[in-house]
Nanobody, 124 residues
């Protein structure tokens, strides 16, 4: 059974930084992507970043490119999201997801597993 647990959220002032972690267990293949999404109240879940677990290729939403960095620690089965220069509009619940296969998508419904999420609040 695949389980994902996010951590590292919190309250931070604008222009501050946070690092989120997502620890995965139960994965039996390396052909997958781990992605970060976020969902603000009343809004749809949106893609933030993803990384191919086997090759390490990274992908970003335009809104976070240059500010956020996704990385992975294969030995720990953990993916990280370093978030710098945070803005109030980054406030949301951040969720980690896993998509099986070798083709990246940015659509939440194509992801197979999800963690419960961690709240990030950026004050102005």
């Amino acid at each position: 059974q695949v389980q994902l647990i996010e951590s590292g959220g919190g309250l931070v002032q604008a222009r501050g930084s946070l690092r989120l972690s997502c620890a995965a267990s139960g994965l039996t293949t390396t052909n997958y992507f781990m992605g970060w999404f976020r969902q603000a109240p009343g809004k749809e879940r949106e893609f933030v970043a993803a990384i191919g677990w086997r090759g390490g290729t990274t992908y970003y939403a335009d809104s976070v490119k240059g500010r956020f960095t996704i990385s992975r620690d294969s030995a720990r089965n953990t993916v990280y999201l370093q978030m710098n220069t945070l803005k109030p509009e980054d406030t949301a619940v951040y969720l980690c997801g896993v998509k099986s296969g070798i083709i990246l998508t940015r659509t939440p419904r194509t992801y197979d597993y999800w963690g419960p999420g961690t709240q990030v609040t950026v004050s102005s």
